[in-house]
């Protein structure tokens, strides 16, 4: 499929490196997140940020499944369990948010943080 083959043809290939260019953008974001002044002063760049390229992975994701040839072959290969693992820490981080008490959350942020490095993982498979 187009999706998984970016040598099948041109938009394939563009595809392909847009991907890796939002995995970059994403990766060099979540590094910047960590420096503690810069995490302060655009603290609401950086959530939007990541809002805006988990919605990117998301859609990637879910584009690949439904052009895969069987759902349970999508489940089963270990590239896309990586994929979904990897975009999954935004969605767990506001659930948790969500649903534990109102005290300090930071804890939670740094978990999620130390999940999102799961995507740079996404560059080597690609």
Known sequence: MMLDHPESSNAAYALQMMVMSVIVLSTISAVFETVPSLHQEYASFFSASECVFTML??????????????????????????????????????????????????????????????????????
Request: glycine share 2%; proline share 3%.
């Open 57 to 126: 992975f998301t859609v990637e994701v879910l584009c690949r499944m439904v052009v895969s040839k069987s759902c349970r072959g999508y489940v089963c290969s270990i590239s896309n369990q990586i994929d979904v693992i990897a975009t999954m820490p935004w969605y767990v981080e506001r659930i948790m948010v969500h649903t534990a008490p109102a005290s300090d959350h930071s804890h939670l942020e740094k978990m999620a943080g130390s999940l999102r490095t799961l995507r740079m993982v996404r560059l080597a498979r690609m």
